[in-house]
Nanobody
Framework: QVQLQEAGPGLVKASQTLSLTCTVS??????????WSWIRQPPGKGLEWMGA???????YYSPSLNNHTSISRDTPKNQFTLQLNSVTPEDTAVYYC????????????WGQGTQVTVSS
């Protein structure tokens, strides 16, 4: 089955850029009609969809995060990356990558999640 694994720094200072990479195995990020999302869960809160990159390379962003979020991919490495600029302590969360059949929702595979803490 498809496996996703997040990687990135566990601790980031406020105002810096957070970069997280999701490595996909047993599947391809270019598979038709596959969409690869970043989702986060702040402590004590629900899941928040941040954005996605589609099989063709198209990107989709949450309107609330569009101004400081960027998602890209490295197809030879079968990875996709989240960059979140100018982070604040409110960006502290567990960050997940997931695969769906739409840009948002309908996820069938998830990574295990990675904790990111933003220090002030």
């Amino acid at each position: 089955q498809v496996q996703l694994q997040e990687a990135g720094p566990g601790l980031v200072k406020a105002s810096q850029t957070l970069s997280l990479t999701c490595t996909v195995s047993n599947g391809s990020i270019t598979t038709a009609y596959s969409y690869w999302s970043w989702i986060r869960q702040p402590p004590g809160k629900g899941l928040e969809w941040m954005g996605a990159i589609g099989y063709s390379g198209s990107t989709y962003y949450s309107p609330s995060l569009n101004n400081h979020t960027s998602i890209s991919r490295d197809t030879p490495k079968n990875q996709f990356t989240l960059q979140l600029n100018s982070v604040t302590p409110e960006d502290t969360a567990v960050y997940y990558c997931a695969r769906g059949d739409k840009p948002r929702g309908h996820y069938d595979y998830w990574g295990q999640g990675t904790q990111v803490t933003v220090s002030s």
